[in-house]
């Protein structure tokens, strides 16, 4: 049963948590933990530092980075973030949700004192042409959500 799991999972970028303690354990999805919004807040405000945020275009893509650092104690099982374009009056007109920390899809959890780099050599991609000529070149990023393991 384990196998006809894993093979859900890298055929079609499934995130099953909590199938089997032992399936988790083994491809570090971590059991997810249910906090508050202002727990996510306060984590978010005084644990996490991020930096190294890039947008750029080439070719046809749109490559996004975000590097982040765990200063705090939990260890952190997932980090969704949304992008948002802007205009040229600096208005965002498309967002567009990436997971910047995500385990279980051959990345790891991140620990205490641990960093996740993006940039200069991983890039979230999006298309071009959804952007069109509206976009300024411009964008800027808010923190949706987090998940802790611990």
Avoid: C
């Amino acid at each position: 049963m384990e196998k006809i799991f894993l093979y859900l999972i890298k055929k079609f970028n499934i995130l099953i948590i909590g199938i089997s303690i032992s399936l988790g354990a083994n491809y570090g999805i971590a059991h997810e933990i249910e906090v508050t919004p202002q727990e996510q807040t306060d984590y978010i405000e005084d644990h996490l530092k991020f930096f190294d945020f890039h947008v750029k275009k080439s070719d046809v893509y749109i490559r996004t980075a975000l590097s982040v650092k765990n200063l705090g104690s939990r260890t952190i099982e997932r980090i969704e973030i949304i992008v948002f374009f802007l205009d040229n009056n600096s208005v965002a007109f498309f967002g567009k949700e990436y997971a910047v920390v995500q385990a279980g899809y051959g990345e790891s959890l991140l620990k205490p004192n641990y960093t996740k780099r993006m940039y200069p050599n991983y890039f979230f991609h999006l298309d071009e042409a959804l952007l069109g000529d509206e976009w300024s070149g411009k964008a800027t990023y808010e923190i949706k959500e987090i998940m802790f393991s611990d």
